[in-house]
């Protein structure tokens, strides 16, 4: 017999349900595994994996409408879960839901495309344990100085320690190295408009807003960064130039913004 972790333990008892609720799923003992899904979400609600496992269950239950409220769960409070990302865009995609389907797939494919080390990075920092994600993604970057998506994880892992100095650093250079990277500019003008540099804001806006002028969320950038000016009256013209005659489309948006 396998010897569980004890769940008496208050610093264990999250890990150890979670352990339990997945071995009862190998079994395909969903109800179990849901029944010890529910005592660990009532004890740590936002945890991500155990969303997941649900998801899992429910999936082989067959019950997909059920499984993708599960995963899109998970993803809200961790967008680094894999597993969930590819379950949503076949759930979609099944559904018919074929728009959906294309940004979750998107979602997972770039994910997959990271190298496992910042996988974990993003796993880690989305868990909220900020310095081991700041030492997994910085041991990368030793061997790989010019990486750009690990300087982005270690901007956003600056920002969510309001270290806004190095964060900035970081991600000009990663526009300078990659000019196309548009997950990168769209970083580094987040930052610039937290740190009230209005100018620098609108200069990366515009470029944006030429290279996607369907997007509303560059619009409103750039009429954030223009209004920071003070430049109100022209806040209207310019997001009306990058609108006029063109079909305004819904932004599907995550928590993780754009990570």
């Known amino acids: 017999m396998p ?3 004890n769940p008496s ?4 008892k999250p890990r150890a349900l979670y352990t339990l609720a997945v071995a009862r799923r190998c079994r395909k003992d969903h109800t179990g595994a849901h029944s010890v899904l529910d005592r660990l979400l009532a004890l740590a609600p936002d945890h991500s994996r155990a969303f997941q496992e649900r998801g ?3 999936l082989a239950e067959n019950r997909p409408e059920e499984a993708a409220g599960a995963y899109a769960q998970a993803v809200e409070r961790n967008p680094g879960l894999l597993a969930s990302w590819r379950a949503l865009a076949g759930l979609h995609e099944r559904a018919g839901r074929h728009e ?6 998107a979602q997972a494919d770039y994910l997959a495309s990271l190298p496992r080390e910042l996988q974990g ?4 920092m989305h868990d909220g344990k900020l310095y081991k994600a700041e030492r997994a993604c910085r041991q990368f970057l030793r061997g790989n100085r ?3 998506e690990g300087m982005r994880l270690l901007a956003e892992i600056g920002v969510r320690l309001k270290v806004y100095d190095d964060a900035e650093f970081l991600l000009e250079s990663c526009v300078e190295f990659e000019p196309d990277n548009l997950r990168a500019r769209i970083d580094y003008l987040r930052l610039l408009n937290r740190k009230g540099k209005f100018e620098l804001a609108r200069e990366q806006a515009t470029i944006l807003c030429e290279k996607e002028p369907d997007n509303p969320v ?3 950038a750039l009429a954030s960064a223009l209004s920071g000016l003070g430049r109100l009256t022209r806040v209207s013209k310019s997001t009306a130039r990058y609108s006029t005659g063109r079909r305004t489309r819904r932004v599907s948006t995550c928590s993780w913004a754009t990570h």
């Open 3 to 5: 010897c569980w972790p």
């Open 9 to 12: 333990n208050p610093a264990r």
């Open 56 to 58: 899992h269950n429910l």
């Open 100 to 105: 959906r389907a294309r940004v979750t797939a």
């Open 121 to 124: 990075a993003i796993d880690l």
């Open 146 to 148: 010019q990486h750009v």
């Open 218 to 220: 560059n619009r409103l």
